[in-house]
């Protein structure tokens, strides 16, 4: 099984709205830069998010996005659902018909295996995974990184 990049690209922007979520709205173009995602696809990606209201748009000036929730009350899984993606590892798609039209020997057993990674992905939320010791040494390194660039991150680094 592989998660696409649309899934990879839409849990690397939501994570980073969560570290900046007591700032307000963070633009499209911010995150861009900080994460090195192309502005378009995270456009096309933030269309789903927000039609699946996990992101709220604000617009003037200022604005920009920002989580619909608390971080801690969204999941990982809520991201991949919202943009369409899954975690079904089956040949068939779920369609149970793997093997000439029907059920093959295995897909119980692929089956049972994307339903443990979905639940793994519903029990990590954003708030979860950035207390993570690894991944906030990377958000530092990455604010260090940007300071300079990108100005909204002045206020977080210390």
Not at 22 to 31: K, N, R, V
Not at 86 to 104: A, N, S
Not at 115 to 135: G, M, P
Request: a positive charge.
């Amino acid at each position: 099984m592989r998660l696409s990049t649309k899934g990879r690209y839409a849990v690397t922007a939501m994570l980073d709205l969560a570290i900046h979520h007591e700032e307000g709205a963070i633009t499209l173009a911010d995150i861009s830069e900080a994460q090195g995602i192309s502005l378009s696809y995270l456009e096309q990606l933030f269309a789903r998010l927000r039609k699946n209201g996990l992101v709220a748009g604000i617009r003037g000036p200022g604005g920009g996005y920002r989580l619909s929730r608390p971080p801690a009350e969204i999941s990982i899984a809520d991201v991949i659902v919202a943009i369409g993606e899954g975690v079904d590892v089956t040949l068939c798609g779920g369609k149970t018909d793997c093997q000439d039209g029907e059920r093959c020997l295995t897909h119980e057993l692929w089956q049972q295996l994307g339903s443990r990674i979905h639940e793994f992905l519903e029990s990590v939320t954003l708030a979860s995974f950035l207390e993570r010791k690894n991944v906030n040494l990377v958000v530092r390194r990455q604010q260090r990184r940007q300071l300079v660039s990108i100005p909204r991150l002045q206020k977080t680094v210390a």
